[in-house]
């Protein structure tokens, strides 16, 4: 089993749409979690940590149930330049150490 | 600021050849760690520098790959001798040590291809 689980999708969706994705993680001692995105043969780059609580940036909501051990995106009125590979990210507890756990992304694109 | 940069950006070479990646972080950045993609997979962990010192080196596949950080400024990782299941796209990433957030900014990686 994956560390990190993700539904690769691709995910086709007209602009203005609501999309989400979602994420599963198999270490239930993980502390941080986040979102990255990563355009076609670029670098990536982080969108958003996810909290507890849920946290919300513009148009992206993130979640998170430890309980469920589950991670979640929410992308409202989506936009052109959103098509993207979203990954999610789990820090692995290694102490004194920060190894970031990749899924395998989801890859969006957003058509006109 | 610059960012997080990384030398060369492809390189294609045969297999049982060496090659060397540098990675240059963000001035002031203490941690360094190094990341690779290969085809059809995940990003996955390779190790982790604090200053010139290995913090975790777990995720080195074997003993033809070394990692260095002299004076702990930029690293290398070499590649030697290489094989055809090496290629992928290797990421450079640093943090700053204190910081709140612990954000890993990624470099461009470099694309290798063994032939």
């Known amino acids: 089993r994956k560390e990190v689980e993700q539904d690769p999708g691709p995910f086709n969706v007209p602009e203005g749409a609501t999309v989400a994705f979602n994420c599963t993680y198999s270490?239930?001692?993980?502390?941080?979690f986040f979102w990255y995105r990563q355009d076609c043969r670029k670098e990536p780059k982080l969108l958003m940590s996810?909290?507890?609580s849920g946290n919300e940036d513009g148009r992206f909501t993130a979640q998170l149930n430890r309980a469920s051990q589950y991670i979640s995106l929410l992308i409202r009125d989506s936009k052109l330049s959103d098509s993207a590979t979203y990954l999610c990210?789990?820090?692995?507890?290694?102490?004194?150490?920060?190894?970031?756990?990749f899924g395998q992304g989801t890859r969006l694109t957003i058509n006109p | 600021e610059a960012g997080v940069t990384q030398f060369p950006s492809h390189s294609v070479i045969e297999k049982g050849q060496t090659v060397t990646l540098r990675c240059d972080p963000i001035?002031?950045?203490?941690?360094l760690y190094w990341y690779r993609r290969v085809m059809g997979k995940e990003i996955k962990f390779l190790l982790h520098?604090?200053?010139?010192?290995?913090?975790?080196e777990s995720g080195m596949p074997n003993n033809r790959f070394l990692a260095e950080r002299t004076g702990g400024t930029y690293s290398t990782l070499k590649v030697q001798p290489a094989e055809l299941e090496d290629s992928g796209v290797y990421f450079c990433?640093?943090?700053?040590?204190?910081?709140?957030?612990?954000?890993?900014?990624f470099g461009p990686g470099t694309r290798l291809t063994v032939l």
């Open positions: 990433a640093s943090s700053q040590r204190e910081r709140g957030e612990l954000e890993q900014f």
């Open positions: 270490n239930s001692a993980s502390q941080s």
């Open positions: 996810v909290y507890s």
């Open positions: 990210v789990v820090n692995e507890p290694v102490q004194g150490a920060q190894k970031l756990v």
């Open positions: 001035s002031g950045h203490d941690n």
């Open positions: 520098f604090v200053k010139e010192s290995k913090q975790d």
